[in-house]
């Protein structure tokens, strides 16, 4: 039903809808990934993808619903209250970076204007989203597969013309490789990003369809979305990236739980907020414990595991001389790749948690934030952790617009598809949970493919509620 609903829609789509859907994704990969190296010609790509999507929308009919308005007019005020530092302090840097954000997220008000093709629109956004992460799932998995057994050149190096001074292994169809590691002698593994500039980038952007695409086989038991959902969730394990396993916990937790709770809870007045509460309650004791798991991991000694290894496979093998070296290897070097060290990043629940106290202290100096121009490259002030970059950037105010913001985006639109009887809907509404927890790791929430996943999301609701 869902499957076949959704091809007639693609099937109906207007010459203009498919031209505006790809120029959407034009506009979404050239910021997601680095394909393109020379940085004119990525410039050229995006000016030229957003002045055709603003001609297009605004030459529709564009006919925002109320809660639309509601979630415009609150993205509105977050991103003023980041422009406002700027235009107090005179800070011309801080406003040219503003700008670039505020162009990158126009996306979402794009998707979000509506007409009368807007069902077959959102359906091609989609269908073209899982078209492309069954790509780059399988781009991933190739990759890492013929790394691993040395069937890649890994000695070629690019330096990344939109990342001055970042150099990368450079693998050709299969990507990059800025994240390779030798755990042992003789042994490459390369942690999955494709063309995206890292690991965690891309498992974030697979979130969306490897929940999507389990919830549409759970629909209409298609099994090739099942096999497009395996695909797009092992893609995420190859890229040994904490953020994305973070997301896929989340994501279960919400899909799992958001309804039982909701029912036991449901004579309360703030059941939602409590719900959602116990559920991340759960999901921080759980990500303790992967944590935890990860801390033990690093503690092992290497060549112990090897020689346990290698002892098993002896006993258990009558030809063990071809195979218990490799089986040592790779047991030694999924150790290593799983592996979190509590005095790294990738060994805390929350990236850069370990300098709260610096930016506390600039935020209690700064309450109006510092503005977006002291929060480029590495500089100390540019923190990846969404919740830290927000606050430095627009202050106390902005903090608590985001809070609002996200809250909103819950309640009004995750809530309802939570609670839905369609997998789809709920699946896109637990993805959607844990895309933006993803992004406390590793993000800002302005990323193009983030916006579309919101789009998609309250493109669902608003037909949920037509259909009610």
Not at 373 to 391: D, I, K, M, P, V
Not at 421 to 446: E, K, P
Request: glycine share 6%; aromatic share 14%.
């Amino acid at each position: 039903m869902v499957v076949t609903s959704l091809l007639r829609r693609i099937r109906e789509a207007s010459w203009a809808e498919w031209l505006f859907a790809l120029i959407v994704w034009c506009f979404v990969l050239e910021y997601a990934t680095y394909l393109i190296r020379d940085d004119l010609a990525d410039k050229l790509i995006k000016l030229v993808m957003f002045s055709c999507m603003f001609l297009m929308a605004f030459s529709w009919r564009a006919l925002f619903e109320f809660r639309e308005r509601q979630l415009l007019l609150i993205f509105s005020i977050l991103f003023a209250s980041v422009a406002l530092p700027s235009l107090v302090g005179m800070d011309a840097t801080g406003l040219l970076q503003w700008g670039k954000h505020a162009f990158m997220a126009m996306v979402l008000v794009f998707v979000l204007m509506r007409e009368e093709q807007v069902e077959g629109q959102i359906s091609l956004v989609i269908g073209l989203y899982l078209f492309i992460a069954a790509l780059f799932s399988l781009q991933a998995i190739s990759g890492f597969l013929l790394v691993l057994f040395d069937g890649l050149d890994i000695n070629t190096f690019v330096e990344i013309g939109r990342r001055p001074g970042q150099v990368a292994r450079d693998l050709g169809l299969f990507g990059y490789a800025n994240a390779l590691q030798n755990p042992v002698e003789g042994v490459w593994v390369l942690r999955a990003q494709g063309w995206f500039v890292e690991p965690s980038i891309l498992g974030a952007f697979l979130v969306f369809p490897a929940f999507v695409s389990y919830g549409i086989f759970r629909d209409d038991k298609r099994f090739s979305f099942l096999f497009l959902a395996m695909i797009a969730f092992l893609a995420i394990i190859l890229t040994f990236s904490l953020a994305g396993y973070f997301a896929i916990l989340a994501g279960v937790l919400f899909l799992l739980l958001s309804k039982p709770l909701y029912r036991l809870l449901k004579g309360s007045r703030f059941s939602v907020f409590l719900y959602a509460t116990i559920i991340l309650a759960v999901f921080g004791v759980c990500a303790k414990g992967m944590l935890h798991a990860g801390v033990i991991m690093n503690e092992i000694n290497l060549a112990l595991v090897q020689e346990i290894s290698t002892e098993s496979e002896t006993m258990s093998s009558h030809d063990p001389a071809s195979r218990d070296v490799a089986s040592r290897d790779v047991a030694a070097s999924m150790t290593k790749m799983f592996a979190r060290d509590t005095h790294g990043q990738s060994g805390r629940l929350f990236r850069e948690i370990y300098a709260a106290n610096y930016y506390i202290s600039s935020i209690i100096e700064h309450p109006l934030g510092i503005g977006l121009g002291r929060t480029l490259g590495t500089s100390r002030e540019n923190s990846a952790n969404a919740l830290f970059f927000w606050a430095i950037s627009g202050g106390l105010f902005s903090l608590l617009v985001l809070i609002l913001f996200f809250w909103h985006i819950f309640s009004r639109y995750c809530h309802p598809l939570l609670m839905s009887q369609v997998s789809i809907q709920r699946c896109v509404a637990a993805s959607f949970v844990g895309h933006a927890i993803h992004d406390l790791s590793y993000g800002n929430w302005l990323a193009p493919f983030f916006l579309i996943h919101l789009a998609v999301l309250v493109t669902l609701s608003w037909r949920m509620d037509q259909d009610a």
